[in-house]
């Protein structure tokens, strides 16, 4: 059976990893005998510039017409300079997630043991760390209604939820708990938002059907510290949109970089994979960018959007390999960084690949 991959390669450094997840895809097709069709499609700073809008209606087409969707990044400093700009890259990436039910944003945080030293905290506190994220990802402030006052001098992002939005987002949390070591800890900020007290009671509601797993619940503050102080106490995180893309981002100095974090954008209609790093203009083109997130993105495309869980291993265990093997794109050198062996963005992807043939002769 064929599969349909759509590439959305972004803008800044997403053309260049999604490159290389993109022919890890390939590989594995070829090694496996599967059938992947791959199409590319413009979306965020390159499509404004081509088009006006941030996501092209050609594209959102041909996003609801694959079975799974290879993302890069959006943004550009140029947005960042000047906020009263009505068209934003960032606004695709809002449609997509929105128009495709994709409510559920899967973030694992694994820390290779061959990057110890790579990360920003001592070994003996990260050595271990392996947590798996469930970031709401349709609702909240991101969402809301937005309001300007006519004078400038007054701005607000109402932050909604709907008990059917935390509900589904829980069960899904406590399924996956159920496959691992059965601990699930909910974040919010029930002390202060009326939005957190709905979250906890449905959470806690959702709670009494899984007996066997425990729940807690941690203020996102208080979640902040203890990433740093004990990640390695947490299993599953279930949490509301802006508190998981703050929180998942503070991991990325516990594993070593964001250039080693994946996701998965999974819901009602086509899954969304994508590196949580954004699109770094300034290193953009220079051939530096670590592809790792992009190729780990990749294996969750492979084992949650087509159940390819054996490849997905493969491709997992072949970037465990390299890293073992000493290479390093300069973000996740360690702080005894001149034992490393230091390679660019293709470099990196073409050492995976290699990896991959070795394995699978």
């Known amino acids: 059976m064929q599969k349909n991959i759509l590439i959305i390669p972004g803008d800044g450094i997403g053309p260049e990893v999604t490159a290389c997840g993109k022919a890890v895809l390939e590989e594995v097709a070829a090694r496996y005998g599967y059938a992947f069709a791959f199409e590319e499609a413009q ?4 499509a404004i510039l081509a088009t006006g809008v941030a996501l092209p209606d050609e594209t959102f087409e041909k996003a609801k017409a694959s079975d799974a969707i290879l993302f890069g ?3 550009h400093v140029r947005y960042d300079n000047d906020p009263t700009l009505k068209v934003r890259p960032e606004q695709g990436l809002f449609r997509m997630r929105k128009e495709l039910g994709l409510y559920a944003n899967i973030r694992p945080v694994i820390l290779f043991d061959e990057l110890l ?9 990260v ?3 392996d947590i798996l994220f469930f970031r709401e990802l349709t609702g909240g402030a991101y969402f809301g209604e937005k ?3 006519e004078d400038g001098e007054m701005a607000s992002d109402l932050m909604v939820y709907h008990r ?3 509900e589904r987002i829980a069960v899904k949390a406590f399924e996956a708990a159920r496959t691992r070591r059965k601990k699930v800890c909910s974040v919010d900020k029930a002390n202060v938002l009326e939005s957190s007290r709905l979250w906890r009671e449905v959470v806690q509601q959702v709670a ?11 203020l996102a503050d208080n979640t902040a510290m203890q990433l740093i102080k004990h990640p390695t106490w947490f299993d599953v995180i279930v949490t509301e949109n802006l508190f998981g893309d703050i929180l998942t981002d503070e991991t990325a100095q516990v594993v070593g970089s964001m250039g080693m974090l994946a996701s998965a954008s999974i819901g009602d209609g086509t899954g969304f994979f994508e590196p949580i790093h954004g699109s770094a203009y300034d290193i953009a083109g220079q051939d530096k960018a670590n592809p790792l997130a992009s190729i780990l993105s990749a294996a969750l495309l492979l084992e949650i959007g087509f159940g390819m869980k054996e490849a997905a291993k493969q491709v997992n265990d072949a970037v465990a390999r390299v890293l073992k093997a000493g290479y390093r794109t300069s973000d996740i050198s360690g702080r005894m960084g001149h034992k490393d062996k230091i390679v660019g963005t293709r470099e990196m992807g073409a050492l995976v690949i290699q990896s991959l043939r070795e394995q699978l002769l």
């Open 208 to 218: 009494r059907r899984y007996p066997d797993v425990e729940t807690t619940h941690m």
């Open 147 to 149: 309001v300007r006052s």
């Open 164 to 166: 059917y939005e935390v």
């Open 43 to 46: 979306m965020g700073h390159e």
């Open 117 to 125: 030293d790579a990360s920003s905290l001592k070994p003996e506190i």
């Open 73 to 75: 990044a959006v943004g």
């Open 127 to 129: 050595k271990g760390t």
